[in-house]
């Protein structure tokens, strides 16, 4: 069993498991709204109309049942699983969705009957920031719990203990030793990825996690380039929801959104912080997201050459491989040593037909004035070109056929990025992904490489191709 992920607006596949999960997996499944995106979208009679329905004890319940107004990604996905780990940027309610689901663990169809779980582990990087965040915090465990349920804090003990006799009580990943001892049947884990000693903690915690017929855990965190989090997300037994900011912009202020936006997105920042994606370099990579990010700026007025090459995919096939479209321009005034080059747009085709591709393509040239279009040809030959003619039939085409294999043609390029020669603009994220994926002894992605190809080719034909014409610089004797 593989590693399932259920992103924002994705639907759920109902469960055997019974109770309000089963229920909760129906209503996913059937696409519906949640009942807080109904009620802001229902005229105001139908909103009264809704209330008025609900008997006294039901509408007083409502503002704390969370199924009634969370978000795709809160929710805990269908099936059985060990770990729930929920990736997403800042500000994307992942807190709120770990609070209530200890909630959901713990408690039981009355305020003194048991729950699920009676054993819980609260687990962040500090007790400070466990006690302040997961407990006391503004989307913590106290702020989301009625009144007849809410559990006291005992801070001697650190713990919160129910009325139903459920604890949960607070550890540090500074001490992992702390877990040696205790025993739980659920645990919530905060901030996983920036935690100093992260692997020992959750080994330790994945021993005390031992209680009960099937332990779980969720695990809250923006993502982190880091091998803990990998290898959690790697394991079979876990599930993994994501989310971007945005995803909780009814509770942001639209200021902070703008402001971030404007600020890191399109960048590798706002990428891990913003969009929840988690971004991993392949050992040996050609390109690092350092090397990426230092060789961001926004392109100049004018470019000596524009470009727009193209790894075309003549399958059309859904679910195929991508048509890689990539435009670039070059300043080459004086040397050649001193040109430098703009990657200006990322303009692939996603599973499109071949048509589909050639109208993209021959739409980036006409919107950034290009001056050419190189195109691959090794698969398609003369169809690849008649394709694109069939849209422009002036279009200048030249047409390259790969000799050397992808990294071999890539090392050149990745050089250019090493001496500051190549610039990105902002929002090339998928392309970025890719490009660290590649190493010297191959891709280590899923698929195929197009966008990189495309690149490639692109900066290939405006500054290593002209560069070799030029000759070395001699000294001359006078």
Known sequence: MGRRTLKTGDQAAPTASGGAETERSTLMQRGLRSGGAWLASATPEEVESFLDGLSPNALLSLPWLFEVWALPHQLPPPGAWKTWVIMGGRGAGKTRAGAEWVRAEVEG????????????????????????????????????????????????????????????????????????????????????????????????????????????????????????????????????????????????????????????????????????????????????????????????????????????????????????????GVQSDGPASEWRAWVIEDATVAGGSPQAWAEAVVSAYRRHGASRVVAEVNQGGALVEALMRSVDAFLPVTKVQAAQGKAARAEPVAALYEQGRVTHVRGLGALEDQMCRMGRGGYEGRGSPDRVDALVWALTDMMIVPARGRGVPQMRSL
């Not at 713990?159 to 459920?166: D, M, S």
């Not at 004018?302 to 059309?316: E, I, L, T, W, Y």
């Not at 096939?317 to 048509?323: F, I, L, S, V």
């Open 109 to 328: 169809a009355g305020p003194t009957d048991p729950g699920r779980a009676r054993r819980v582990a609260l687990v962040s990087e500090t007790v400070d920031q466990a006690r302040e965040v997961m407990v006391f915090g503004d989307s913590g465990i106290l702020a989301c719990t009625p009144p007849d349920r809410r559990p006291v804090w005992e801070a001697s003990r650190r713990r919160l203990v129910w009325p139903n006799g459920a604890v949960a009580q607070v550890f540090s990943a500074h001490d992992p030793e702390s877990l040696r001892g205790p025993q739980f049947d659920a645990a919530w884990v905060d901030e996983l990825a920036k935690w100093k000693r992260a692997a020992e903690t959750w080994d330790m915690l994945q021993f005390a996690l031992r209680l009960g017929t099937s332990p779980r855990q969720v695990v809250t965190t923006t993502p982190r380039n880091v091998e803990v989090l990998k290898a959690v997300l790697k394991n079979p037994s876990t599930v993994l929801t994501q989310a971007p900011t945005e995803a909780n912009r009814a509770w942001l202020a639209p200021s902070f959104l703008e402001e971030v936006r404007a600020r890191y997105g399109g960048t590798r920042l706002g990428r891990q912080e913003l969009d929840g994606v988690l971004l991993e370099d392949a050992e040996g990579a050609l390109w690092t997201r350092a090397m990426i990010e230092r060789a961001r700026s926004e392109a100049p007025e004018q470019f000596s050459r524009v470009v727009v090459a193209v790894d075309p995919s003549v399958a059309g096939q859904a679910g195929g491989d991508e048509c890689g479209i990539v435009v670039a």
